[in-house]
C-alpha cells in the first residue's frame, strides 16, 4: 500500500513528526507506505503509483480558479501547488483512489468541481462564529451537525460531533457532483462527500489530525480511509 499526501512545504519538512503522517500511522498504515509529496518534485506522479491521496491543509486556492481575483491581502496563494493537486485528483478521481480532503483539501475540491469560496468569512459574512480559532489547535471550537444519513461521516458520527476551526475561507458555491454531509452552528458546509457512488470520498474543513489525541473518536476518519486504501492495494496485489 502507498498513500499519498499532497502537503506545504513547510508540513513535509516536518518528516514523520507531521500530524498528518502520525494521524495515518495511528490508523494502521506503516511509515513506509506514507509518502508526503509536493510541487515542483520529479513531475506529477501516476495515479497507479498510490492507493488512496490525501490533501493536506495550507495555503488559499487561486481565485482565478472560480473566476474570481484576490481580494484580501490576508489571501495567500501557491498556484504551483493548485495545480499540481488539481491534476493529481483528476488522476485520482479517473482511478476511482480513496481521496481525503483537510481544510484546503475540501475547499480545492470544491474549486475543482466547479465551485466557489468566501475568500474571507470575516469581510464576506455575518456569521457568528469565529471559525479561525486562537489557542490550542487541537480544542473543540465548535460542533458540526452530521446531515446525510446515507454518508461517510454519519457511520462515525450520529448526529454531531465537536470539531476545531482553523480557516479563513469556506464554500460558497457547492460545486456539481457534491453533496453536504455535514454544516456547522452557523451554517458553513463542514464536509463533502460525491453524490454519486465511489468507493471512499470524503472532504472536512476543520483539522482531524490536530484532534486525535485529545478526540480519538476523529481517529476514525483515517482508519476508514486507510483500510479503503489498504483493499485497494490488495485488490491490485491480486489481480497481477
Known amino acids: 500500500m502507498k498513500i499519498a499526501i499532497s502537503i506545504p512545504e513547510k508540513e513535509k519538512a516536518k518528516g514523520q513528526e507531521s500530524l498528518y503522517f502520525k494521524a495515518l500511522v495511528s490508523a494502521g498504515a506503516r ?11 520529479n513531475g506529477l506522479p501516476s495515479s497507479g503509483d498510490f492507493d488512496g491521496i490525501l490533501l493536506a491543509g495550507g495555503e488559499d486556492v487561486d481565485p482565478e480558479l472560480y473566476a474570481d481575483h484576490v481580494k484580501y491581502d ?43 469560496l468566501y475568500q474571507d468569512l470575516k469581510s464576506e459574512t455575518a456569521l457568528e462564529l469565529d471559525h479561525k480559532q486562537e489557542g ?8 458540526v451537525t452530521v446531515t446525510e444519513p446515507d454518508s461517510i461521516l454519519h457511520v462515525f458520527f450520529t448526529g454531531m460531533c465537536q470539531v476545531n476551526s482553523l480557516h479563513h475561507q469556506a464554500i460558497k458555491r457547492l460545486g456539481r457532483g457534491l453533496k453536504v454531509t455535514a454544516h456547522s ?51 491490485k496485489a491480486s489481480s497481477r
Open 31 to 41: 511509515p513506509d507506505e506514507i509518502q508526503m509529496i509536493m510541487p515542483p518534485g
Open 74 to 116: 490576508g489571501v495567500k496563494i501557491n498556484r504551483a501547488r493548485d495545480d499540481f493537486e488539481m491534476a493529481l485528483l483528476q488522476k485520482g478521481l479517473r482511478s476511482r483512489l480513496p481521496i481525503l480532503g483537510i481544510c484546503r483539501g475540501i475547499q480545492l475540491i470544491n474549486v475543482q468541481f466547479g465551485g466557489t
Open 136 to 143: 490550542s489547535r487541537g480544542s473543540a471550537a465548535h460542533s
Open 185 to 235: 452552528e452557523d451554517e458553513l458546509y463542514e464536509a463533502v462527500e460525491l453524490a454519486e457512488e465511489y468507493p471512499f470520498f470524503l472532504a472536512v474543513q476543520w483539522h482531524p489530525e490536530e484532534m486525535v489525541s485529545a478526540h480519538p473518536e476523529q481517529l476514525k476518519i483515517f482508519q476508514a480511509f486507510a483500510a479503503q486504501c489498504r483493499d485497494r492495494a490488495d485488490k
